[in-house]
């Protein structure tokens, strides 16, 4: 039974912030993909939502790069269009909207024109000097990945992507680049090869959304901040750890994508693995981006490596059914839209504790969370082992999505004159308990980008590091040494073999149990 007795109450720390912020730099924003359903249903309701906060520089812009002709006004209404249905303070605040679209640009031009970049670094210079941005540009390609060399020596050959080495130089250049990092682990140092060719590392900004949400940024908070868990947080206390990502939609309109793509490549490879990062890395030096971005690259080391034949003992794959039916997806296609896998990481802190990931599409829930199961008490004091077999071990949980927040379940005695035993669960929300709406996920993200903070950004050797893990798994499920293909029905828990991984360890899933 629920009940709502739990109360929660904040106490602000006095002073600075542990770590602050700081201001935007003034930039201009340049942005491909302006007309895609990214940048429609993110990137400008997240501009938007930090215009209405007033976080964003005072001196900005943003100029959309677009292969099809508008004029200025034109594109705001279209703009415009997309933050009626997806901003998300509703209904739009006609003041910001005045005070943002003035700050909105088109220029038409070709991807693979060196004419059309000449015309964009001379309207630049013009936006710099009418909208005092200092020349500081950043380059947002909201683009499929095969179009990202064609660009970025576009703008090379413009003089628009000087490589700059030193943080902080003046008149910056900056570079966002959206998932998927490749293909495979070939094709992931091919485009970090293309990259390094025109840019400095520290000018590259690889976005994961999911490391922008409130949550995944506080794990690092929880965990060195509060003395109660962190010595707990090893193999002595430790049993698992479960990290889920499940939706209920399907792939909708994104067909092709996603037979291309799959479940392990679009989930997996970047999502999951780096919040495990982030919830097995050993403390930084500092919360400075590079020495955080260092730990989360040793725990990629330390995964330990499946090929082959174990693929099939760790990994469970399915297809919900309809999937081939969907436009765009080949009628015999083995793509996966749901993964269960069981992962180990090969340190000190970790050994013999396993990592569960899940990720699934057309599932009966949605919900991304973690949590981590500590151990059962060493020794019951409750009298009969039918007792002891009732109680449940503590499980720390982690939710990134939906309604942001922690829970901690514990064991508790019921009032009255037996020694009855109930479970308890101790949860808050961000949302509510701060009293205020918690920040899509782009707007910290895009702020970073301005500030030149890569703390939330994957680095070059996590990304190969991450793909050297799942590159083989892929290659053992391509050629049926992985296991099958599992069918399961739209709006169910998955395949009953996802169950079955954890059951084989006496375990069962919190989600879907």
Not at 28 to 38: E, K, N, Q
Not at 211 to 222: A, C, D, H, M, P
Not at 320 to 339: H, I, L, M, N, Q
Not at 362 to 391: A, M, N, W, Y
Request: glycine fraction near 8%; charged fraction near 25%; include cysteine.
């Amino acid at each position: 039974m629920e009940t709502q007795g739990l109360h929660i109450e904040t106490t602000p720390r006095e002073g600075d912030p542990i770590v602050r912020a700081g201001q935007p730099d003034p930039c201009t924003i340049v942005l491909f993909g302006a007309t895609g359903d990214l940048a429609q249903r993110k990137l400008f309701p997240a501009l938007f939502e930090l215009a209405r906060e007033k976080l964003l520089p005072e001196s900005f812009a943003v100029v959309a790069f677009s292969r099809s002709s508008h004029d200025n006004d034109a594109f705001r209404a279209q703009v415009k269009k997309g933050l009626e249905e997806f901003a998300r303070t509703q209904p739009l605040d006609e003041a910001t909207w005045k005070r943002f679209s003035s700050r909105l640009e088109c220029i038409a031009g070709a991807y693979d024109d060196p004419a059309s970049y000449q015309r964009l670094s001379a309207h630049l210079e013009d936006v710099s000097k009418r909208h005092g941005t200092q020349g500081n540009q950043l380059y947002y390609l909201a683009t499929p990945a095969s179009t990202f060399p064609k660009l970025i020596h576009g703008l090379a050959g413009a003089g628009l992507l000087p490589r700059q080495e030193q943080a902080g130089a003046k008149q910056w250049r900056r570079l966002v680049i959206e998932k998927p990092f490749g293909h495979d682990l070939e094709t992931a140092r091919e485009l970090n090869r293309e990259l390094a060719t025109v840019l400095d590392e520290k000018q590259i900004f690889r976005i994961d959304h999911y490391l922008g949400k409130e949550t995944v940024q506080n794990i690092l908070v929880f965990r060195f901040a509060n003395s109660i868990f962190e010595p707990l947080w090893n193999r002595d206390h430790i049993d698992h750890v479960e990290i889920s990502a499940l939706e209920k939609i399907d792939v909708e309109d994104r067909g092709q994508f996603y037979d291309e793509t799959g479940v392990i490549r679009d989930i997996v490879q970047n999502h999951l693995l780096q919040v495990l990062a982030l919830c097995a890395m050993e403390a930084p030096t500092s919360f400075g981006a590079e020495d955080i971005r260092d730990e989360k690259s040793k725990v990629f080391r330390a995964l330990r490596s499946l090929e082959g034949p174990d693929v099939a003992s760790h990994v469970v794959v399915g297809q919900y059914e309809g999937f081939r039916d969907t436009k765009g997806v080949a009628k015999d296609s083995r793509t996966p839209t749901f993964v269960a896998m069981k992962l180990n990481v090969d340190n000190w802190r970790w050994q013999g504790v396993p990592f569960y990931l899940r990720a699934g599409k057309s599932l009966s829930k949605r919900v991304t969370e973690v949590s981590i199961h500590f151990k059962t008490v060493p020794f019951c004091l409750f009298g009969t082992s039918d007792t002891c077999q009732r109680l449940q071990p503590n499980v720390l949980r982690l939710r990134i999505q939906p309604q942001e927040g922690i829970g901690l379940s514990i064991e508790t005695k019921v009032p009255g004159e037996d020694v009855n035993l109930a479970g308890v669960n101790m949860d808050f929300s961000y949302a509510e308990t701060f009293d205020k709406p918690v920040p899509e996920a782009y707007e910290r993200l895009l702020l970073d980008c301005m500030r030149g903070n890569a703390t939330l950004f994957a680095r070059k050797d996590s990304v190969e590091q991450a793909w050297a893990y799942i590159t083989p798994i892929l290659q053992a499920l391509d050629s049926g040494k992985g296991g099958e293909v599992q069918p399961y029905k739209p709006g169910s828990t998955g395949p009953t073999a996802a169950r079955e991984l954890l059951a084989r360890d006496g375990r069962h899933w919190t989600v879907f149990p």
